[in-house]
């Protein structure tokens, strides 16, 4: 998903205010805002869903 959506009327707006606008019919409310602008990346995901599926184990296999 982009971070950055044209709306209706081609203005660039976030992913986040036109995805408000879209659900809720008004522009997103300023006090929404956050305050902090935190960086994408999809490395940083990839390795956090392999952390939470870890292998069986050789103890866990039958016949042994």
């Not at 490395?43 to 039958?62: E, G, V």
Request: glycine share 6%; charged share 25%; aromatic share 6%.
């Amino acid at each position: 998903t982009p971070l950055w959506r044209k709306d209706n009327e081609g203005k660039t707006v976030c992913n986040v205010c036109g995805l408000y606008y879209k659900l809720h019919g008004s522009a997103r409310p300023i006090s929404m805002k956050s305050d902090i602008i935190r960086k994408r990346s999809q490395h940083d995901a990839r390795a956090q869903r392999f952390s939470l599926t870890k292998p069986p184990s050789a103890s866990n296999t039958p016949g042994t």
